[in-house]
């Protein structure tokens, strides 16, 4: 057995992908998958801030397609929101301040339903949790992941339309966020009745270190895939 590390990529079958936006751009992506059994659930992963460096390889978004197919029999998929860039390519159009990456939203669901995905979650961090709770309420999604959520461009009014919705609401605070804190997240988030607020004790905002990512990876785990909670820390070598 070998230890899983911050580098550890574990089996899966890789695809790039191109999504088709309804205002006529081209994303670029990746989805991975299984490569021994259907898969039980689908992470539809929506990445940080662009202009900040946000990208479908940001690294929590990477490690969970890197690890979950294998650990957890999940699909991923991962993309670059409009006029983003990352080692896959550059998505078209521009940054929309979280305007219009409504239709980047929507393409990927599109994509997920068409080639029939199961049981989507919709995985958001920083930006991509305001991408989720504005954009996101769509029939197929099962509920929202939030990690990092600063609800900046998030409206009470978007909150309260997740608590009329009642689907699942997690969010992820780390105890030293940038934005959002625990004690301050909870308290916005009561707009959201059955919204769950987990704080995360030593957290930063980026979630930087190993021990933080194996959090987020089993909180993630916990919910969309019960069975294969809690993850193993260790894979068979070779």
């Not at 309804?22 to 991975?32: H, N, P, R, S």
């Not at 957890?72 to 979280?98: C, I, K, M, P, Y």
């Not at 409206?155 to 959002?180: F, N, S």
């Amino acid at each position: 057995m070998g230890e899983i590390r911050a580098s550890t990529v574990l089996p899966a079958a890789r695809t790039d992908i191109t999504l088709h936006t309804a205002d006529g751009l081209e994303l670029v992506g990746e989805l991975a998958v299984p490569v021994d059994r259907d898969p039980v659930a689908t992470l539809v992963c929506l990445h940080p801030l662009p202009t900040h460096g946000g990208m479908m390889d940001s690294h929590v978004i990477r490690k969970a397609s890197y690890r979950l197919p294998a650990l957890a029999g999940l699909a991923v998929l991962r993309f670059n929101t409009r006029g983003t860039e990352s080692e896959r390519g550059v998505s078209q159009g521009s940054f929309g301040g979280g305007e219009t990456e409504k239709y980047d939203v929507a393409a990927a669901l599109e994509y997920a339903e068409y080639h029939d995905l199961p049981r989507p979650w919709l995985l958001g961090w920083s930006f991509g949790t305001e991408l989720a709770l504005k954009w996101g309420r769509d029939p197929l999604v099962q509920g929202l992941l939030l990690l990092s959520p600063p609800l900046h461009r998030a409206t009470d009014a978007d909150l309260d339309a997740w608590g009329a919705d009642g689907r699942p609401v997690v969010a992820l605070v780390p105890e030293h966020d940038d934005y959002l804190r625990p004690p301050e997240a909870r308290e916005r988030f009561k707009r959201i009745p059955q919204a769950e607020v987990v704080g995360v004790d030593g957290a930063k905002h980026l979630w930087v270190g190993e021990p933080y990512v194996r959090i987020v990876l089993n909180e993630v785990v916990k919910r969309v895939a019960p069975q294969a909670h809690p993850l193993p820390e260790e894979w068979p070598a070779g």
